[in-house]
């Protein structure tokens, strides 16, 4: 599977734009640096092995140049290739992989260096789509959001049909997450019954008769 996924990289970048990259630095090594990143960045939790999802290659000053002009679709498809590599090793990485190629005058030509990170929480927000008194209303997500009907609750919902503690938000690293905190009536993602799941920018949640768009990475719908 590996191969499979270095021939799809190859095809990508050295037909289109073979006559770019310098003689000292290719696309299947840039993408062994990058693998070998994620590699070391995994992270083993009770809910499963985590990886960084921010790569920076750094190259030297006359490598990147000489890329410079494709540089875009060198990062997109590196990232493509490091998401398909992810995938194949089960590791959980989010809803998209970053790779960003910069130029270092302290590497010499064919010399590369690779670091990596999480990225950062991304601003969200619970918008009320329909329910009792939600219309309208707005609801910012930190590092974890509590949903339910009781006063203490981050996201306070008036409906009979929501349990006192109902649901949480949290972010786990990669990803904002649903769980449900064994609820009366459950806690439901675009229309289906979930214990806990990822959650992504449009999704649909239920609680009761209410129900709570998600947004991330973006400001509240314009006019809410």
């Not at 109902?166 to 009536?185: G, I």
């Not at 214990?195 to 008769?209: M, T, V």
Request: glycine letters at 8%; hydrophobic letters at 45%.
């Amino acid at each position: 599977m590996l191969r499979r996924l270095e021939e799809a990289l190859r095809a990508a970048l050295e037909g289109p734009f073979a006559q770019l990259f310098p003689q000292t630095v290719q696309p299947l090594e840039m993408a062994a640096a990058l693998r070998e990143a994620m590699d070391a960045s995994r992270l083993h939790t009770p809910d499963g092995t985590f990886a960084h999802n921010a790569y920076t290659l750094s190259l030297s000053l006359e490598d990147h140049r000489k890329l410079a002009s494709a540089l875009t679709s060198v990062e997109r498809e590196l990232a493509a290739h490091l998401a398909q590599f992810a995938a194949l090793q089960g590791l959980l990485v989010g809803s998209g992989i970053t790779v960003l190629v910069t130029p270092d005058e302290s590497l010499g030509q064919g010399q590369m260096r690779c670091s990596s990170a999480f990225a950062p929480r991304p601003p969200a927000w619970l918008e009320g789509m329909t329910g009792s008194g939600v219309r309208g209303h707005v609801w910012e997500l930190a590092d974890r959001t509590v949903i339910g009907r009781s006063a203490d609750c981050d996201v306070r919902l008036e409906d009979a049909a929501v349990s006192r503690h109902h649901a949480e938000v949290a972010w786990n690293l990669v990803a904002y997450e649903l769980r449900d905190l064994a609820s009366q009536n459950g806690s439901f993602v675009n229309g289906q019954q979930v214990s806990r799941q990822p959650i992504y920018d449009g999704d649909l949640l239920e609680f009761g008769l209410v129900q709570l768009r998600v947004r991330i990475g973006q400001g509240p719908r314009a006019g809410l």
